[in-house]
């Protein structure tokens, strides 16, 4: 991207009132400026669920992984990242630029068998990590990681499982990938699942018609 188009992108950010739609604005501009280079950027974590979710769940800031090999060096990351007029860093992983920070971390580690997700914005395409996996590993943070509960966490996972279950339209979900995933040995938590998506269906049968 040239100096111009750049500039262009980060009005767009600038200009955007809505905090999940400005972004993923910006991870669109990130993702084009290191496709450039050769490297695939993936969102992952809560940032991931906030573009699922459309913003009704915050994460605060992007979380980007990526695919394997090549990843990015310190000095690469920083190159591409210092072409953003204004930014700033943090140690090299956290960068801050117009009210929003991006978190460049490792090589992204995930069990679905399904391929990214795409959002296009007009800055750039962005590939999330898989919706399932998204959840499980949400679920797990929430119910088994640790001690066992972490309130933050739970009210992130029922975000986005309520998501799941009322807009399959515009977030497609496979169960029996979702299963799959949740019974591998990375989480074991087809129990926690169960029990979230118990707990969210009630909620949605109780609400007003």
Same mark, same amino acid.
């Given at each position: 991207m040239?100096?111009?188009?750049?500039?262009?992108?980060?009005?767009?950010?600038?200009?955007?009132? @809505?905090?999940?739609?400005?972004s993923?604005?910006?991870?669109?501009?990130?993702?084009?400026?290191? =496709?450039?280079?050769?490297?695939?950027?993936?969102?992952?974590?809560?940032?991931?669920?906030?573009?699922?979710t @459309?913003?009704?769940?915050?994460?605060g800031?992007?979380?980007?992984?990526?695919?394997?090999?090549p990843?990015? %060096?310190i000095?690469?990351?920083?190159?591409?990242?210092?072409?953003?007029?204004?930014?700033? %860093?943090h140690g090299?992983?956290?960068?801050g630029?117009?009210?929003?920070?991006?978190?460049?971390?490792?090589?992204?580690?995930y069990?679905?068998?399904?391929?990214?997700?795409?959002?296009?914005?007009?800055n750039?395409s962005?590939?999330?990590?898989?919706?399932?996996?998204?959840?499980?590993?949400?679920?797990?943070?929430?119910?088994?990681?640790?001690?066992?509960?972490?309130?933050?966490?739970?009210?992130?996972?029922?975000?986005?499982?309520?998501?799941?279950?009322?807009?399959?339209?515009?977030?497609?979900?496979?169960?029996?990938?979702?299963? =799959?995933?949740?019974? %591998?040995?990375?989480?074991?938590?087809?129990?926690?699942?169960?029990a979230?998506?118990?707990?969210?269906?009630a909620?949605?049968?109780?609400?007003?018609?």
């Amino acid at each position: 991207m040239t100096a111009d188009e750049i500039a262009a992108a980060l009005t767009l950010v600038r200009e955007e009132t @809505d905090l999940n739609s400005k972004s993923l604005l910006l991870a669109g501009l990130v993702s084009e400026l290191f =496709r450039e280079r050769g490297f695939e950027p993936v969102v992952v974590g809560g940032s991931a669920i906030e573009f699922y979710t @459309d913003g009704a769940y915050m994460s605060g800031d992007t979380d980007i992984c990526w695919t394997g090999w090549p990843q990015p %060096s310190i000095e690469e990351r920083t190159a591409i990242m210092l072409q953003l007029p204004g930014i700033k %860093s943090h140690g090299g992983r956290s960068w801050g630029i117009e009210g929003l920070w991006i978190d460049l971390l490792g090589e992204i580690d995930y069990v679905a068998e399904k391929a990214f997700a795409k959002f296009i914005t007009p800055n750039g395409s962005v590939l999330i990590i898989p919706v399932e996996d998204a959840l499980v590993g949400r679920v797990y943070a929430a119910r088994k990681w640790v001690n066992g509960y972490n309130e933050s966490d739970d009210l992130c996972a029922k975000k986005l499982m309520t998501t799941v279950l009322t807009k399959s339209e515009t977030v497609p979900f496979d169960w029996q990938e979702a299963y =799959r995933v949740a019974a %591998s040995p990375k989480y074991r938590c087809t129990d926690e699942l169960n029990a979230v998506r118990a707990e969210v269906e009630a909620e949605l049968a109780n609400q007003p018609k």
